[in-house]
């Protein structure tokens, strides 16, 4: 600030400000060296896990640009400390122009090897020690120079951990190699289970080739588990680097396998409480980056990482049937498979709001129809009660002719008694003629009888009953029901009737009904005329697939404007009618699935043609 005295308020403080920013770009733009040193080799695990994960916390927390050099142990393999002096000097010929700012070993051989070479390998330089179990330190050696981000392993907790969500577990094999590493971890298991050597059977194969422990694996006893440490070198001493020991482990393997660290899990583990490589590179990066800038390293402490919450394979747990229920509360299950609805709950939920909308619609139109059903039902039974109405209306009209009729018969039977009894009184009575008489009685009757029985029929109040009839048949009994009629109106009715049946489906009543109407509206309408001129004619015939009836008359016609309406309700020509005959006729027309047309005949009358489906006659 002295620079700056004298100086307005406003210039002084833009000078502390550029003063200020000069320095930070400064710190921003400094340049740091890293060396990094792997025990065994890049591409092994656990511990290419953990430097990839410390390389991004680094680039993730680092403010300067980072220059990270890795090398690898080879010797460690092996546990020949011949060529560590040549590689020491190689190190220090690499870095001769720059010495790192910081050097991070990872794994136990590493920190063991920077220990040895310290006072030749970069004395000054601070060190972070990581990725390494703390019973594998020797603490004495540890200089002020140095940082600890160290793990604990507990072997035993892990086994129980599997035993309690696979309780049937009583052989364990454990897969480990023969490097002095790998020998020195079985020692430390070995103590670690102890306590269980009674409850399950610990099977060991480090002095096997990863061949010959594969063969074993892949046949092991039932309620058996295999537990997977590390496989840098086997007996044979072959090194293993990345995935592949494991992964041809899980292809031949059939028992659940469990480990100690989560860099392995993701496809072959089981799962439960593991070391976590993201919590220990997050503490181990944060660490690395309070020493690059500077701050002391024996003020910097690390508490030991131990397991992380227990995680598992959703898959793996299906595979071997182990249970959910068992697994510990804290714990998470990765890589379940989403259930139909995760997967398609927006399919689904459009589905469901097209069937429900569907449903609606389906019922809406079963309600609707339900009602037309009803309604339909309703209209025929008034349409039907109507034409009930209409034959008592005509009955009524044919009362003086069927009065007349059945008088003729009773008339002539009461003749035919008296006669009877004159001859019965007579010295010799004449039997042939008593019998003849008797003969006269018993036709008389059946001739009343059989007007009685047809006004019955008309009278008749009967649901609709459509079952296969001959219109012929329909036609000659009306035609022999209005005959009186016709003699007492002084009207010549002719029909024609077809010689073959006419088989339609009717009820016999209801187009009786129709017939009736239609000859007696015929002579209604031709009242006013001579008694020479007045005739009905009625014809049936077969019209390809169709049932006719013609009715005619020569009347005077129906007017040209009213033959489209001639069929609609009320409408009428006669002074007293109703107009409910011809609609009752066209109601009744309709339901059997035919027609009925009118129309005015060439010269003079008209003529009413009703059009009927035939059926196949039955047997």
């Known amino acids: 600030m002295r620079g700056c005295t004298g100086l307005p308020r406003w210039l002084a403080t833009v000078c502390v400000v550029a003063c200020l920013s000069h320095s930070g770009s400064l710190h921003a733009t400094e340049h740091k060296t ?52 040549p590689f020491v000097r190689y190190l220090n010929a690499l870095y001769a122009e720059r010495v790192p700012d910081l050097i991070i070993a990872i794994g136990a051989p590493a920190a063991a090897f920077l220990r040895r070479h310290r006072e030749h390998l970069f004395p000054k330089a601070p060190a972070l020690l990581t990725a390494i179990d703390q019973r594998r330190l020797q603490y004495s050696g540890i200089s002020q120079n140095d940082v600890l981000v160290v793990v604990k392993h507990d072997f035993r907790f892990l086994f129980e951990s599997f035993l309690r969500i696979s309780p049937d577990t009583k052989i364990v094999a454990v897969v480990n190699g023969n490097s002095p590493n790998e020998l020195f971890w079985r020692n430390e298991i070995q103590q670690d289970l102890r306590p269980l050597e009674g ?65 392995f899990f993701g496809q072959e583990i089981v799962g439960g409480p593991m070391l976590s490589a993201r919590m220990l590179s997050k503490q181990a990066g944060t660490a690395a980056v309070r020493m690059l800038d500077g701050e002391k390293p024996d003020s910097i402490t690390i508490q030991p990482v131990g397991f992380a919450k227990p995680i598992y394979d959703w898959r ?19 890589f379940r498979e989403p259930t139909a609805w995760q997967k398609y709950r927006t399919q689904i939920l459009v589905v469901c709001a097209v069937l429900l909308l569907q449903s609606v619609l389906i019922s809406s139109l079963l309600f609707e129809r339900r009602r037309r059903f009803n309604a339909e039902l309703v209209s025929r039974q008034r349409s039907a009660e109507l034409a009930h109405m209409n034959r ?75 079952r296969q009839i001959d219109l012929n048949d329909v036609v000659r009994e009306t035609v022999r029901f209005l005959s009186a009629l016709s003699i007492a109106r002084e009207v010549e009715m002719i029909s024609l009737i077809a010689p073959t049946p006419l088989p339609v489906n009717g009820d016999f009543i209801q187009l009786q009904q129709v017939i009736l109407n239609l000859i007696v509206n015929a002579m209604d309408a031709m009242s006013g005329m001579p008694s020479a001129e007045r005739k009905v004619r009625v014809l049936t015939a077969r019209d390809g697939d169709s049932a006719d009836i013609f009715i005619s008359d020569a009347g005077p016609g129906i007017p040209a404007d009213k033959l489209k309406e001639v069929f609609e309700p009320f409408f009428t020509t006669k002074p007293h009618g109703m107009g409910m005959g011809l609609s009752i006729a066209r109601t009744i027309v309709d339901a059997h699935g035919g027609r009925i047309v009118a129309e005015n005949l060439a010269g003079r009358g008209a003529t009413f043609r009703i059009s009927l489906p035939l059926v196949e006659l039955s047997n």
Do not use: C
């Open 316 to 334: 793996e747990l299906r595979r071997w049937g182990i249970g959910e229920s068992g697994l510990p509360s804290d714990s998470e299950v990765y």
């Open 34 to 85: 890293v060396l990094i040193l792997h025990s065994v080799g890049r591409e092994f695990r656990p511990w290419n896990e953990y430097a990839k994960q410390i390389r991004t916390e680094l680039d993730r927390q680092s403010p300067w640009p980072l220059d990270v050099g890795e090398h690898s142990l080879e010797s460690a393999r092996s546990g020949d400390s011949n060529p560590e002096p």
């Open 199 to 263: 409850r399950i059977d610990i099977r060991w194969y480090d002095n096997l080739s990863f061949q010959d422990m594969l063969k074993q694996t892949a046949h092991l006893p039932s309620h058996s588990a295999i537990f997977w440490h590390t496989m840098l070198v086997d007996a044979a001493g072959v090194a293993y680097e990345g995935d592949r020991a494991l992964k041809n482990l899980y292809a031949t393997a059939n028992a659940p396998i469990f480990t100690h660290d989560d860099s």
């Open 392 to 466: 008592f209306s005509m009955a009524g009209e044919l009362t003086a002719t069927i009065a007349h009729e059945i008088n003729q018969p009773l008339g002539a039977m009461l003749a035919n008694v008296e006669t009877a009894e004159m001859m019965i009184k007579s010295p010799v009575p004449d039997l042939h003629e008593i019998g003849e008489i008797l003969a006269d009685i018993r036709r008389d009757d059946q001739r009343a009888s059989d007007v009685i029985v047809r006004l019955r029929s008309l009278l008749k109040k009967a649901p609709f009953e459509p």
